[in-house]
């Protein structure tokens, strides 16, 4: 027998790449306040496939830092 397939929810994700979930993980908040940051345009390097939401690592990496080097001058 062949292996089953993999689900969307199941599937790996690409290292060069945050999923929503792995993404409000890394910041800390809820899975709905990055799709608001999203739908804000507040995130950097959000790709969309079809109904799939990928965000690309080294924007959104480069794009904290940047944020706590602003907070940090207050």
């Known amino acids: 027998m062949g292996a089953p ?18 993404l409000a993980a890394y910041l800390r908040v809820s899975k709905k306040t990055v799709y608001e940051l999203i739908r804000d345009g507040a995130i950097p390097g959000v790709k969309r496939l079809k109904r799939i939401l990928r965000i690309y690592r080294p924007a959104v990496l480069e794009w904290a830092a940047a944020d706590r080097k602003h907070k940090q001058k207050r």
Do not use: G, L, R, S
């Open 5 to 22: 397939a993999n689900t969307e929810a199941e599937a790996p994700a690409d290292e060069d790449f945050f999923t929503v979930e792995e």
